[in-house]
């Protein structure tokens, strides 16, 4: 078996998607953990290799492959099994309009989100002029817009309200497709699974998971045994620490509250 070496972090979802990948499949792989925080993705030797400085990114052979979804493709073209794919074409199909609405719409709403709830009160801690010099440096007029919007008005900016709006219609639609079948693509745990575990995890992370105790049940049923598999553990578990919880804890405690309001509005 050829090394597989994975530039990755420790929390983020994209990564633990391919980290899930790879525990299931008992792929041994290496790499060094980048700190994000501070800015190691930026490094000029790792923008080499992932000029879009994100996690993650794969070498193998001397191959680079970036982007979370088609890697996890490419581990399991390369090393079918056993297999995460599902038995039947349509299940196949429902795998594949997983990872469409992942990479369109649940991916960014989780950023923002995520944001919102947690890392706000990180930014909002730092000296104003600090701030701003931050928010300024970002070459991105949206990314500026964003971040200036939601650290001004929290979870009461709109662009928040969309991205639980965004959630709450994934997390109804994984409660649709767990009544039909025990795993979100079929009879079997799939590559779907490992793609939806890290942001319905995260919602756990930020405090907001039991806003859909009532509406979507089997869906934490769900996470109940996804988070019994040994891969949980070893994708994710043993790579959150203290300063990790701390930073995802929400900045302020009515949140969870205020977001239940917005789901019932």
Known sequence: M???????????????KVRLVLEEKGL??????LNLQQGDQFDPAYLKL??????????????VILESTVIMNYLEDLYPQPSLLPVSALDRARMRMWFKEIDEHVFPACGTLTLAISFRKVYLAKPKDVLEKMIASNPKPASRARMSEILARGVESPMVVAALQTHDEMMRRMETELARDPWLAGKAYSMADAALTPFVNRLGMIGLINCWSQSCPRVLDWFERVKARASFNAAITRFYDADDAERFRPGDPED??????????
Do not use: D, F, M
């Open 2 to 16: 050829s090394a597989l070496t994975l530039y990755q972090g420790t929390t983020s979802v994209c990564v633990l």
């Open 28 to 33: 041994k792989y290496e790499g060094p953990i």
């Open 50 to 63: 992932n000029p879009n400085a994100v996690v993650p990114t794969l070498v193998h052979e001397g191959n």
């Open 256 to 265: 969870p509250a205020r977001v239940r309001r917005l789901l019932a509005a």
